[in-house]
């Protein structure tokens, strides 16, 4: 499973206020990922991370921030939640071989927000 | 920019039948090609992938897919279903070169296998 974990494994929360998503990792990868899975939509890439303190967005980064303060621990902040971002998050790592990306997930965290 | 499409939302099946799910995609260079799956309440699992070489992968679970570079597909198949194999399954792509952040997936098809 790549020694991915996230924590809390289910939160619900009140509309405009913050939450944190933990994700962490024990293999020392790399490459550090934070997706949304919503029923018709798939997966979808929110920010990302290359290294510590080296973050970037994807598809869906309004609403969100993210840390990176050590390998092995990637942060997913919703300042203020919002309904719409009720979703099952899911972390991701790569492995990143020789330049050949395969990313492997978490077992990913159900956010309610009321 | 790269787009996947899977083309069944729902596949229903009876067990031991075969089943094939489709998967097309769109991308202007050379890409990577995956299949997750994710049983249900669970995370995604890496199926198969195709990197390089043979253009036809198989997984450990009896699952097959084919790189069809000149009809841009990557269907998966299996011969038998098992109840088992009920999920939903997720195909992506990743571009040969790209940044680190462009591994896009389907929207999924969901697998059912009845007795």
């Known amino acids: 499973d790549a020694g991915i974990t996230q924590s809390p494994r289910h939160k619900v929360t009140e509309t405009g206020t913050p939450v944190t998503l933990r994700c962490h990792q024990t293999e020392n990868h790399r490459y550090m990922y934070w997706y949304r899975q919503d029923p018709g939509h798939g997966l979808r890439l929110i920010h990302y991370s290359y290294g510590v303190k080296d973050t970037d967005k994807g598809e869906v980064s309004d609403g969100y921030s993210v840390s990176r303060s050590k390998t092995e621990d990637f942060l997913l902040t919703l300042e203020s939640a919002t309904s719409s971002q009720t979703s099952v998050y899911f972390c991701?790592?790569?492995?990143?071989?020789?330049?050949?990306?395969?990313?492997?997930f978490g077992p990913g965290t159900r956010l309610l927000v009321l | 920019a790269q787009s996947v499409t899977q083309l069944d939302s729902q596949v229903p099946v009876f067990e031991e039948a075969p089943v094939e799910l489709r998967c097309n995609y769109s991308s202007s260079v050379s890409v990577y090609l995956f299949w997750y799956v994710q049983y249900p309440n669970q995370g995604l699992q890496l199926l198969l992938k195709y990197l390089s070489g043979s253009t036809l992968v198989e997984s450990i679970n009896g699952f097959e897919a084919e790189f069809n570079k000149s009809q841009t597909s990557f269907h998966l198949r299996k011969p038998s279903v098992h109840i088992s194999d009920t999920a939903e399954y997720f195909c992506?792509?990743?571009?040969?070169?790209?940044?680190?952040?462009?591994?896009?997936f389907g929207k999924g098809t969901k697998l059912s296998v009845k007795p």
């Open positions: 992506a792509v990743s571009e040969i070169g790209g940044s680190q952040g462009n591994l896009i």
């Open positions: 991701a790592i790569s492995t990143n071989a020789g330049g050949q990306e395969t990313q492997y």
